[in-house]
């Protein structure tokens, strides 16, 4: 006999409803250690009753492992499903589930302008700046973060850099997140805050153009070309996979709220997702590689 059927017994596939849902298991204390869905459920739970000695297989045979009890919901669609499961996971965080476990720490960022001086941040706290106009939230933290970066070492041609000690305090007891970043600039060429924005929102790359024209007008920026277009690249990068990415799936979804919360951000790629999927005539989400990269 099986291991499956040796712990949930020989009729319980059988008695599963070819349907969506999620499927939700627990080990032998009682803790929720994985959340599932399904597009039939009783498919979806025979791939673990016979999964095989392959690496395709490990984290099913690995879950089977420690399971000790599964429940299932019934969903009206696949849709549904999706949505359940990613409610789920953000709200258990199983330890065998990592997609979507951490939506509160996909990074967002800021702006405002005061007495002359920009001042951008980065962070997955935002309640925290309260001060500031956000924008996101994107889900990759290195390219967000890599991004930010590069913008705040190619704004560093044209503006003069706020001290950190003015920004935080000589001791660093300012510093009102230790995974965010402050960068301060006077003298930030007129309308740029605006610009980059609308570069933030994923709308438009005059920013990105403009700071390219200004680079090459800038004899610093042409005596570090390669370190300058090293950051070119890594803002390209976000604003394809980040940037422009939240503004298509906003868009394809009906979403208007923004910035978008870090909770709701995963629910709007399945959305947009299952959107596409049905409009195409196959089915609907069915991985987290729906959920935006």
């Known amino acids: 006999m099986k291991s499956f059927d040796r712990k949930f017994g020989p009729e319980f596939l059988a008695a ?18 994985y959340v599932g869905k399904a597009k039939l459920l009783r498919r979806r739970l025979a791939q673990y009753r016979n999964a095989k000695r392959r690496k395709k297989h490990a984290k099913m ?7 000790a009890r599964i429940e299932h919901e019934v969903c009206a669609t696949d849709l549904d499903a999706c949505l359940l499961e990613t409610r789920l996971i953000q709200a258990h965080r199983p330890r065998w589930n990592v997609a979507g476990a951490f939506y509160f720490l996909y ?13 951008f941040v980065y962070t997955t ?6 001060e500031y106009r956000f924008h996101g939230a994107f889900r990759s933290r290195d390219l967000t973060r890599e991004g930010f970066f590069a913008l705040m070492s190619l704004l560093d041609f044209f503006g003069h850099r706020i001290p950190r000690n003015r920004i935080y305090g000589k001791d660093g007891h300012g510093r009102r997140d230790r995974y965010s970043s402050v960068c301060g600039f006077r003298q930030i060429p007129e309308g740029w805050a605006e610009k980059l924005e609308s570069f933030w929102l994923g709308e438009s790359k005059d920013a990105f153009e403009d700071l390219i024209l200004a680079l090459v007008d800038n004899a610093g920026a042409r005596r570090k070309r390669e370190q300058v277009q090293e950051h070119l690249n890594q803002l390209k990068r976000f604003w394809k996979h980040e940037a422009m990415a939240l503004a298509k799936a906003r868009k394809g979804a009906g979403y208007d709220l923004y910035p978008v ?14 959107r596409r999927t049905r409009s195409s005539g196959r089915f609907a989400c069915t991985t987290s590689a729906t959920r935006g990269k």
């Open 16 to 33: 599963l409803p070819a349907a969506p849902g999620v499927y939700r298991v627990y080990d032998a204390r009682g803790e929720l250690i």
């Open 61 to 67: 045979r690995s879950i089977l492992a420690e399971a």
């Open 107 to 119: 990074p967002m960022l800021g702006v405002r302008r005061e007495l002359g001086e920009s001042w």
């Open 125 to 130: 706290s935002p309640q925290k700046f309260p």
């Open 261 to 274: 919360p870090q909770l709701e951000r995963d629910h709007i790629f399945l959305k947009l997702a299952d």
